[in-house]
Every structure is written in structure tokens, then in C-alpha cells.
């Protein structure tokens, strides 16, 4: 099979496994700052090299709000600019995320594992 057949599939799982991680990501930077709004994920995405859209990002964040992941709250004291929809943490997206990070770690257990030259004679 040529590379150019496999793209699609590639794709298919380049974007499956980009979501699931991308998600993780978000929440882990929330965790760590206490609270964050949309361009400042962005920001802190991109610096770590996962770029996104926000095309991507605000809908992703709006589900997670109403999934309970997320709860928001609009600031418009103290702030230079525009008003600001600040993200945090409810209590079920604290134990997501530590699900999400137990079950990526293990992952990336197996796939270390998986990944090691195998020594001859084994």
C-alpha cells in the first residue's frame, strides 16, 4: 500500500487521537492555573506546540461547560479590554482529569513497552 492510500486513515486517527489528548491538555492547564479564559489557552497551547484554532477550542470548552467538566464565569472588573469568560474546574472535572491521566499513562506505558527493540533470546 502507498502512503498516499493511507492518509485517510492516518487523518482519521491523527484527528481521534488529537481530541482525546487535546481535552486532557485543556484540563491539565486549568488545573495548574486555577482558572484560565479561551486566548490564554490558546497562548499556552501554542507555546508547548499544540497549536489549535479557535474554531476548536470555544466549542470544545462550551461542551465541556455543559457537561459539567467546566463551570465559567464572565469577569468584566479589574480587567484592561474586553470582558473575559474564565474557565475552571468543577469537582467531576477534577476526577476526569485524573481518570484521563491514569488511563494516558497507561497508554503510554504499553506503547513504551510495545516500543523497545526486543532483545534476542527472550
Known amino acids: ?5 493511507m492518509a485517510p486513515a492516518n487523518d ?3 484527528t481521534q487521537i488529537r481530541k482525546g489528548y487535546l481535552e486532557l491538555c485543556i484540563l491539565l492547564l486549568i488545573r495548574q ?3 484560565l479564559y479561551g486566548f490564554d489557552l490558546l ?3 501554542a507555546q508547548t506546540g499544540l497549536e489549535i484554532k479557535e474554531g476548536t477550542l470555544y466549542p470544545l470548552l462550551n461542551r ?4 459539567g467538566v467546566l463551570s ?3 469577569e468584566t472588573e479589574n480587567l484592561k479590554g474586553h470582558p ?3 474557565y475552571s474546574l468543577t469537582k467531576s472535572g477534577n476526577a476526569l482529569l485524573d481518570e484521563m491521566a491514569h488511563e494516558f499513562e497507561q497508554l503510554v506505558s504499553v506503547f513504551q513497552t510495545l516500543s523497545r527493540p526486543e532483545r534476542k533470546g527472550s
Open 33 to 35: 492555573h486555577g482558572r
Open 1 to 5: 500500500m502507498y502512503a498516499a492510500e
Open 43 to 45: 497562548e499556552r497551547l
Open 64 to 67: 465541556m461547560t455543559t457537561d
Open 72 to 74: 465559567s464565569l464572565w
Open 84 to 86: 473575559r469568560k474564565f
Open 12 to 14: 482519521n486517527w491523527r
